[in-house]
Every structure is written in structure tokens, then in C-alpha cells.
T-cell receptor, first 116, second 109 residues
Framework: EAEVAQSPRYKITEKSQAVAFWCDPISGHATLYWYRQILGQGPELLVQFQDESVVDDSQLPKDRFSAERLKGVDSTLKIQPAELGDSAMYLC??????????????FGPGTRLTVL | GENVEQHPSTLSVQEGDSAVIKCTYSDSASNYFPWYKQELGKGPQLIIDIRSNVGEKKDQRIAVTLNKTAKHFSLHITETQPEDSAVYFCAARGDKIIFGKGTRLHILP
């Protein structure tokens, strides 16, 4: 069964360092999402891609976060510099397409980031 | 901004009993309402969803109801089993998908 792949699964870093997370969506899925999930909370959308284009990054802290999906397949989310408040689970999800259609999002296992 | 309220935050039920989780949403343009189950160390997994033109949907032991007028939807799990223990999230999608804060469900033996 096809799955969304994420790496690393766990990352510990010190504040002010740079970190990067990678996501490989299910083959053929045009839409890719990055979410942040703080412990005890629901996922919060950071950025949404349709193919290689960003369609929503309104909740992305652009002073320190960046995301790219250069070839419209896999994606990288970067934080530079990391802050203590960035400690969270970073989830990637993909779906066949976006818009107002009812497309199921498939989530990866996430990357748990701890900033010391 | 738009939000989704989910209650309760924690729920303990005896094995075999039913569990009900309730959500309300604020965006009247929301038209799709998925429910996710998240087990420890894993990403959320879709367990059931409902569209705005349907009032109720059932899949074996799981059912979801939607009241668009009240902007309220609920998840019902019957005949609960130990493997139902997890965190459950509701969500509402209009222009974007917004998740509730989750309900930690404990099934007591």
C-alpha cells in the first residue's frame, strides 16, 4: 500500500541551528501539505502545494520557515534559525488534488522536532 | 478566524460501550467533514468522512452525523474495543481544512 514517507522521524537540535525535513508523497498526488502539530493539539496547516506551486502559506512564519517542492514531487521544509517554540511534530500529507473537491489526505508518520 | 471546537478532550468508556465525540465549526462555507484517528507515534489516519449534502453516514461500528444548521457534527463508535484507544480529530474544510484539538479515547477493560 502506498504511503507518504518522511525523514528523519526524530530530530533534536539546539536553538539557532538550521533543520530540514523531507517528504515524499504518494505517487501521483498533486497536492502536498505540511502541518505542525503541537503536543495535545490538532494539526495546523503551514503550507500547501499544488504541483510545484504554493497555494497557501498564510500560516507559515516566513521569517524563519521555508518550503519548496521544486519538481512537484518531493518536498523540503526548512527552519532557520530554530527556536524553542518550534518543538512539535511536523506532518506531511498528500492528496490527489486540492480545490473544493473531497479529496482524502493521507498523512505520513511525521518528524518529531525537539529544540533545546 | 475560523475554528473547530471539539469535546470532550478526554473520554474513557468501558469496553463494549459506545463513545461519542462532538465538534462545532464556525465557517458556514465548510462542506467536508473528515474524522481522523491518530495512534501513538503515527500520523492521523482517515476513519470516516461526511459531505455537507448528507446528514448521516455509517461504516460498521463507526457513524458520523452532521447538522449544518447548528454547524455541529459528531462521531459515534459503538461496541468499543481496546484497539479503538487513540486520539481522534475532527476537521472541517471550506477554503482550507481546520482541525479540532483532539479527543483522547481510553477503552477500559
Amino acid at each position: 500500500e502506498a504511503e507518504v514517507a518522511q525523514s528523519p522521524r526524530y530530530k533534536i537540535t539546539e536553538k539557532s541551528q538550521a533543520v530540514a525535513f523531507w517528504c515524499d508523497p504518494i505517487s501521483g498526488h498533486a497536492t502536498l501539505y505540511w502541518y505542525r502539530q503541537i503536543l495535545g493539539q490538532g494539526p495546523e496547516l503551514l503550507v500547501q502545494f499544488q504541483d510545484e506551486s504554493v497555494v497557501d502559506d498564510s500560516q507559515l512564519p516566513k521569517d524563519r520557515f521555508s518550503a519548496e517542492r521544486l519538481k512537484g514531487v518531493d518536498s523540503t521544509l526548512k527552519i532557520q534559525p530554530a527556536e524553542l517554540g518550534d518543538s512539535a511534530m511536523y506532518l506531511c500529507a498528500s492528496s490527489l488534488s486540492s480545490g473544493r473537491r473531497y479529496n482524502e489526505q493521507f498523512f505520513g508518520p511525521g518528524t518529531r522536532l525537539t529544540v533545546l | 478566524g475560523e475554528n473547530v471546537e471539539q469535546h470532550p478532550s478526554t473520554l474513557s468508556v468501558q469496553e463494549g460501550d459506545s463513545a461519542v465525540i462532538k465538534c462545532t465549526y464556525s465557517d458556514s462555507a465548510s462542506n467536508y467533514f473528515p474524522w481522523y484517528k491518530q495512534e501513538l507515534g503515527k500520523g492521523p489516519q482517515l476513519i470516516i468522512d461526511i459531505r455537507s449534502n448528507v446528514g448521516e453516514k455509517k461504516d460498521q461500528r463507526i457513524a458520523v452525523t452532521l447538522n449544518k444548521t447548528a454547524k455541529h457534527f459528531s462521531l459515534h463508535i459503538t461496541e468499543t474495543q481496546p484497539e479503538d484507544s487513540a486520539v481522534y480529530f475532527c476537521a472541517a474544510r471550506g477554503d482550507k481544512i481546520i482541525f479540532g484539538k483532539g479527543t483522547r479515547l481510553h477503552i477500559l477493560p
